[in-house]
Structure formats: structure tokens, C-alpha cells
């Protein structure tokens, strides 16, 4: 008799936790492991749903054989490691106008979420006071934390000028779970105080990070439809750029957005196709 499991509500039933990098897998097998692992997670997740039993248990049979959880962390690390050029935030480093940061009498506040290690572009450029979180934390400086359950800042404090999705939101199991993380940014990010310098004209902002197949080889998701998302949430895009693998992209909070409780973004095929895959982030109801 299987266990009944509980279905995946919490981010930290989503994104795998990181483990330490193994040199020994070719870039070629990390990624197939990476895949076949996701695409399993994703028919687990509506086994689950669905309480079918039967193909919940296969699938995991089917994990397992594949090295579990374990190698699965293993690939995912070693994918995005420094060494072969996982440095995400040195993106955002170059859209930044470093020379006027530089001069302010502060570092402004970052919030990383799913960091992979404090000794990123971002975290020793001096510019920035970072405070890095993720779900199983894997060095003294990164606290263990699920951001869906960080308690929510008072009186101005715990608010951020710069947070960063890199890598992050593609782990979240369902769409559904993708736009309320989202949605939870914008409770943590500080007011827009408006001002005529580049800086000012950059923050309070988010730096998103997806894989290049979420935008471009999606049935539900392409670039139109995350501008539509982040519009509605009163996020204009101001830098975005795109490598063979990844999507990134700057997002500016408007102070003149006026953002709807109830507010519902749905799940729309845009780009049919038979290769295409099922990504997308949606809203049902969201309380901002």
C-alpha cells in the first residue's frame, strides 16, 4: 500500500534542494538527468492531484532508478556552477550604473532567493547588502528559508531594493504557485521614491532568470505574455537579454501602478505545437 502525500502546496515540495557539485557527470548527461527528472516531478504532481495512485507510484520507482533525489541535486548544481558559467547575477552587475552606486553613502538592500552561494558578482561588488535565502542551505551566509513563508516586513523593515529569481521560479510545481511568488515580491520591495538618476530610474526592482525554453518554445508563456503578467502587477520590463539557455530579464515596480485584489491572470495557449512544452504562470483570484 502507498502513503497517501500530501499535494504540492509549498514551494519547498517544489525546488530540490542543492547538494555539493559532482565533477564526475558530462554537461550532456547533467542536463538529460535534469530533464527526465522535471518531466517526472510534473506527472507525480498530477498523479497526486488526481489521487492516482497507481502512477504516483511508478513515477516514483521511476525517480528512483534514475539516482533520486540525490544525483538529481548533483546535475542541478553542477549545471549552474561558477565553473561553467553560472553566475547569474554578473548579468545584473552589467546593467547596473555602477560608478553612481558606488557613491551612495549605502549598499542597497538585496533579497537572493535560491542562492547558490555568497561569493557572487552581486555579493562582493560593495554595492549591495545582500541577504541570501534558500530552501536547504548549503554555506554558513545563506539562511535556510522558504521566501512563501518569510514573515512579511513591518514598518519598513525587511524591505528590499533589488530581489532576485534566478533559476527559481521554473522549480515551483504548478503555475498557480509560480504567480503567487510573484505576487509575494511586491509585499517586499520598497516604495518608489521617483528621481531623475539612472539609479533611481532602475529601482525597486526584480531580476527574473528563466530558462530560454519557458519563454520561447512554450504553448501558454512567450515574452508578450510575461510583459501582460508583469504589468498587471505593476512591474515595466527595463533590461532583458538571452543567452542560448537562459532568459533574463530586469523588472521595475511603477509607483503609479494601481494593482486589483481578486486580480486573475489565466493559463492561454499563444504558441501551439507539438514540441512545445507546458510552461506557464498564472493568477486565479490573488490578493495583492
Known sequence: MVARKKALTRLTQGRPPLAKPSRSMTRKASRTLINQHHQLEKTRARAIRSGDKET?????????????????????????????????????????????????????????????????????????????????????????????????????????????????????????????????????????????????????CLFVVLPRSCVDNSRYFTDARFDELMAALGYTRVRSKKTQKLAYSLWRRRATAVVRTGLTFPKQEVNPGRTRNNFVMTLKGQQT
Open 56 to 204: 504516483e507510484a511508478k513515477v516514483a520507482a521511476e525517480l528512483e532508478n534514475l539516482g533520486g533525489l540525490g544525483r538529481y541535486q548533483k546535475a542541478s548544481l553542477q549545471g549552474q556552477s561558477i565553473d561553467r558559467g553560472g553566475d547569474t547575477s554578473k548579468v545584473l552587475m552589467e546593467w547596473l550604473p555602477l560608478d553612481e552606486l558606488k557613491k551612495q553613502p549605502r549598499p542597497l538592500q538585496m533579497l537572493e532567493v535560491g542562492a547558490l552561494s555568497t561569493r557572487n558578482a552581486c555579493s562582493t561588488s560593495g554595492v549591495f547588502d545582500v541577504e541570501h535565502i534558500d530552501l536547504n542551505s548549503q554555506e554558513p551566509g545563506i539562511r535556510q528559508q522558504d521566501f512563501m513563508e518569510r514573515p512579511l516586513p513591518e514598518n519598513g523593515e525587511g524591505e528590499f531594493d533589488v530581489i532576485s529569481l534566478s533559476l527559481v521560479l521554473n522549480f515551483v510545481p504548478d503555475a498557480l504557485g509560480r504567480g503567487a511568488m510573484l505576487v509575494r515580491t511586491l509585499s517586499f520591495l520598497k516604495a518608489d521614491v521617483g528621481g531623475a538618476t539612472a539609479a533611481e530610474s532602475l529601482f525597486p
